[in-house]
C-alpha cells in the first residue's frame, strides 16, 4: 500500500492499495488568493492555466493516468503526489479568475473580450485556454512506456514554468504575482523530481 500526504487541495492524503483509494478534502488552498482589483484581461490570459494545452488541468489528468503503467512503487506514488497537487493548482487558478472577474459588469466583459466565454458560460468558469480553444484530452499523453512518458512530464513542466513567467510579465499587481511565482516554483520543482525519477529508470534499463 502507498499512503501520500501532500498540500495538494489544502491537503489530500491519499491511499492507494487493493482495499481503498481516497482522497481527503481540506477546505484551505495551497497559497493564499486575496485579490483585490478587477481584471478582466488578466483573467481571460490566466484561464489557460485552467484549460490550456499546457495547464493545470492537462497536467493532473496526464500524471494521474500515467502512474497506473509506472514500473515500481516509487514511480506510481512520485505521479500520483504531483497529480494530485495539480488538481490544488487548477483550484487556485479557478479562485485567481473568479476574483479578477467579481462583480464584473457586461460592458467590462466585452471590453475585455469575454463576451464569447460569456454567452456560453455566463460567469462560470470554462476550462479553455486564453484564445477561448476548450479543453481536450489529446493535450495529455499516457503512452505506457515509463521512459516516454517522464519525458512527456519533463517537457510539460517547463512550458508551464515558461508560461508562468509569460503570465507575469503581464500584470505588476503583486497580489497576482505572489501566487504566481509560488505556481511558477511548483513547476521547477515538480521538473526536477521527475529529471530524477527518470534517470534512475534509465540506470534500472526501463527503456
Do not use: W
Not at 37 to 60: F, H, P, S, V, W
Not at 140 to 168: H, T
Request: some cysteine; proline content about 3%; aromatic content about 10%.
Amino acid at each position: 500500500m502507498i499512503t501520500i500526504k501532500t498540500i495538494g487541495f489544502g491537503l489530500i492524503v491519499l491511499g492507494l492499495g487493493r482495499r481503498f483509494k481516497m482522497f481527503k478534502y481540506v477546505k484551505s488552498l495551497e497559497y493564499p488568493i486575496n485579490i483585490k482589483k478587477k481584471d478582466l484581461r488578466m483573467a481571460k490570459y490566466l484561464i489557460t492555466q485552467y484549460g490550456g494545452a499546457n495547464g493545470e488541468l492537462a497536467a493532473a489528468c496526464r500524471y494521474l493516468n500515467q502512474r497506473f503503467t509506472m514500473p515500481d512503487d516509487k514511480g506510481k506514488a512520485l505521479l500520483t503526489d504531483i497529480g494530485t497537487e495539480e488538481l490544488a493548482h487548477i483550484e487556485m487558478i479557478s479562485a485567481m479568475v473568479y476574483q479578477l472577474m467579481k462583480d464584473a459588469t457586461l460592458e467590462e466583459i466585452k471590453q475585455a473580450g469575454l463576451e464569447s466565454n460569456y454567452t456560453e458560460h455566463g460567469k462560470d468558469l470554462f476550462p479553455t485556454d486564453s484564445n477561448g480553444v476548450p479543453f481536450t484530452a489529446s493535450y495529455f499523453a499516457a503512452v505506457g512506456d515509463p521512459i516516454a512518458d517522464l519525458v512527456e512530464d519533463m517537457a510539460a513542466e517547463q512550458k508551464a514554468r515558461a508560461i508562468y513567467e509569460n503570465l507575469i510579465d503581464l500584470t505588476n499587481d503583486p497580489d497576482v504575482i505572489g501566487p504566481l511565482l509560488f505556481l511558477r516554483q511548483r513547476e521547477v520543482i515538480h521538473f526536477q523530481r521527475f529529471k530524477e525519477l527518470y534517470e534512475e529508470y534509465l540506470k534500472k534499463g526501463y527503456k
